[in-house]
C-alpha cells in the first residue's frame, strides 16, 4: 500500500503557524556574502595615504551590499570598522550606532563570546572610553578581556592593545595602579615579539601620561622623562615606513610636543607627511 502522503503537496497536511502566515511557502533569498579580505585591504591602502573620505565611502557602499545580501557576517566585520573609522573622527552619533549594531549582531549570529566577538566588545568600549564615558567602558573591557586572555596566545598583541586601552579609561578614572599594571602586562606582551615597536612607543607615552595625572607635572617629572626617552627609541628603531607607522609617528607628535619635546614632535610629523605622500 502506497503512503498516503505520496500524492499530496506539503501544504496539504502542513498547517501555517497563523491563517494569514505564509512564510513557509516563500524561499528566503540566498545570502550573498561581500568579499571581506578585499574590502579590508583595499581600506589599508586609504589609510596608508591618509585618505578618509575615500575609507568611508567604501565602508558605507559595502555595508549597504551586505545588507542587500543578507550578509550578517560581513556586516559585522564592516559595523566593527565603522564604530572605529567615527570614533577617530569624532563623530559620536555615528560611532555608537555602529558599535550597537555591532554588538547586536554578534548576539545575533552567537559569536559573542568568541574572539571577534570580545573584538567588538573592546571596540565598543573604546568608543564609549572616546566620548568622555569610561565609566561605562569598563564592563566591556572586562568582557574583552575574560575572552581573550582564555582564547588568545600570551604574545598576541591584541591583548597588548586591550591592556592599553583598558589602562586608558582606568586613568581617566583615577584608577592608577590598576592602570600601570595592565601598561606593563602591554609591554611584556609586545617585547615578547618582534616588529612592535609603534606600539611600544605608544605604551611607553602612556605611562608619561599617567604620571602626570597621578603625580603632577613636578613631582613626575623623571618618570615622565624615562618614558618619553624610551618611546623615542622605539620610534627611531629600525622598521618599516609603512602607513601604520606613519599614523604611530602622528598620534605620538602631540605627546612630545606638550612635553617640550618640539624638535622631535616636528620631524615625528615630517616622517609621517613623507611616508603618506609616498603612498
Not at 51 to 65: I, V
Not at 106 to 114: K, N, V
Not at 197 to 224: C, D, Q, R, S
Request: with cysteine; glycine share 6%; charged share 30%.
Amino acid at each position: 500500500m502506497k503512503n498516503e502522503f505520496s500524492k499530496m503537496e506539503r501544504e496539504d497536511y502542513t498547517d501555517p503557524q497563523c491563517p494569514f502566515c505564509t512564510d513557509q511557502y516563500e524561499k528566503k533569498p540566498p545570502v550573498r556574502p561581500i568579499p571581506t579580505a578585499r574590502v579590508l585591504d583595499k581600506l589599508d591602502e586609504f589609510f596608508s595615504k591618509n585618505d578618509y573620505n575615500g575609507a568611508e565611502r567604501l565602508l558605507l557602499y559595502w555595508l549597504s551590499e551586505a545588507q542587500l545580501g543578507q550578509d550578517a557576517r560581513g556586516e559585522f566585520q564592516l559595523r566593527n570598522e565603522l564604530m572605529g573609522f567615527y570614533r577617530k573622527q569624532g563623530k559620536k552619533d555615528e560611532a555608537f550606532e555602529n558599535a550597537d549594531r555591532a554588538l547586536n549582531l554578534a548576539a545575533e549570529l552567537g559569536i559573542l563570546q568568541s574572539t571577534a566577538g570580545a573584538t567588538a566588545l573592546l571596540n565598543a568600549a573604546t568608543v564609549r572610553k572616546a566620548f568622555g564615558k569610561s565609566d561605562e567602558a569598563i564592563p566591556f573591557f572586562e568582557r574583552a578581556r575574560a575572552i581573550y586572555e582564555t582564547e588568545l596566545k600570551p604574545n598576541d598583541p591584541r591583548l597588548a592593545g586591550l591592556y592599553n586601552n583598558t589602562s586608558l579609561a582606568l586613568v581617566d578614572l583615577c584608577r592608577f595602579a590598576e592602570a600601570r599594571t595592565l601598561y606593563q602586562k602591554a609591554i611584556l606582551v609586545l617585547s615578547a615579539t618582534d616588529g612592535n615597536e609603534p606600539e611600544l612607543a605608544v605604551t611607553y607615552l602612556n605611562l608619561a601620561n599617567l604620571e602626570e595625572a597621578e603625580k603632577g607635572l613636578e613631582a613626575g617629572a623623571e618618570a615622565i622623562e624615562t618614558n618619553l626617552e624610551t618611546a623615542e627609541r622605539y620610534l627611531n628603531a629600525p622598521q618599516p615606513q609603512n602607513g601604520n607607522y606613519a599614523f604611530v609617528c602622528e598620534k605620538c607628535a602631540p605627546t612630545f610636543d606638550y612635553y617640550g619635546h618640539f624638535a622631535f614632535a616636528a620631524e615625528l610629523t615630517e616622517r609621517a607627511t613623507r611616508i603618506y605622500e609616498r603612498a
